[in-house]
């Protein structure tokens, strides 16, 4: 199965159990595959005002499930009035959490290649015209 990331925004002005509520309604879409991985980012300043919203929850969800649940998720997403943008992703490949990228030793930054010189143009022929 394709794993995907889905990233919501939600209102702000949503309580505790509204929140939970949203998040349980997507889990229930997403029922016939592995219970997804749930990532809170807390709340955020969003770039520019969504539906007079200046301040965002960002929530993160990782899941694998059929090509034909994302679709559904979509139609579900864009009826729902808590939720003021998201995207779903196909990802390629295993899906990493925050934590296991920590864990990872940055790479060393390699060196810069020399300047190579540049060649000279060659100078441009030109006919000259015949004298009548």
């Known amino acids: 199965m394709p794993s995907y990331t889905l990233c919501l925004l939600l209102r702000e002005s949503l309580s505790e159990a509204d929140r939970d509520k949203v998040l349980l309604e997507v889990s229930k879409t997403l029922t016939d595959s592995i219970k997804p ?7 955020r300043d969003l770039a520019y005002p ?6 965002a929850d960002y929530y993160l969800l990782n899941f694998e499930a059929e090509s034909s649940v994302p679709a559904t998720l979509d ?14 992703i196909r990802r ?6 925050p934590k296991d990228e920590e864990k990872e030793k940055p ?9 190579v010189k540049k060649q000279p143009r060659a100078k441009k022929v030109t006919r000259k015209a015949k004298k009548k």
Do not use: D
Request: cysteine-free; hydrophobic content about 45%.
């Open 37 to 43: 991985e749930i990532i809170s980012w807390g709340k």
């Open 50 to 55: 969504i539906a007079k919203q200046t301040q």
């Open 75 to 88: 139609k579900k997403l864009k009826l729902a009035e808590e939720v003021l943008r998201f995207l779903i």
């Open 92 to 97: 390629a490949g295993e899906v990493k959490s």
């Open 107 to 115: 790479v060393k930054a390699q060196s810069m290649p020399k300047k």
